[in-house]
Nanobody, 123 residues
Framework: VQLQASGGGLVQAGDSLRLACANS????????VGWFRQAPGKEREFVAAISWRGGESLYTDSVKGRFTISRDNAKSMVSLQMNSLKPEDTAVYYC?????????????????WGRGTQVTVSS
């Protein structure tokens, strides 16, 4: 599994970004995929996750109603649409593939991690 997150950038509060996570080595269509983020000086935290067929999605409370996770298994891609961005969303965002097809918030259940993409939201 070789994951690559992309789509980050510098935006203003209220703007939108769409992050993408692609797997260049093999499909992850049988696995849940999650997004996590880490802000400077803080621990990595769960953001969103989606089950293997996309039937279930989980979100941390702070992004509910603003972020949407989706997947296209035919393209081995998972996206995170981020709307109404806030300065507190500033972080490096990572995508990760889970051991199982079930969406989970537990980072310990994600053995495969990609390089992150920086999201900076200015006020």
């Amino acid at each position: 599994v070789q994951l690559q997150a992309s789509g980050g950038g510098l935006v203003q509060a209220g703007d939108s970004l769409r992050l993408a996570c692609a797997n260049s080595k093999r499909t992850f269509s049988n696995n849940a995929v999650g997004w996590f983020r880490q802000a400077p000086g803080k621990e990595r935290e769960f953001v969103a996750a989606i089950s293997w067929r996309g039937g279930e999605s989980l979100y941390t409370d702070s992004v509910k109603g603003r972020f949407t996770i989706s997947r296209d298994n035919a393209k081995s891609m998972v996206s995170l649409q981020m709307n109404s961005l806030k300065p507190e969303d500033t972080a490096v965002y990572y995508c990760a593939v889970a051991r199982s097809p079930i969406a989970t918030k537990n980072p310990g259940q994600y053995p495969y991690w990609g390089r992150g993409t920086q999201v900076t939201v200015s006020s």
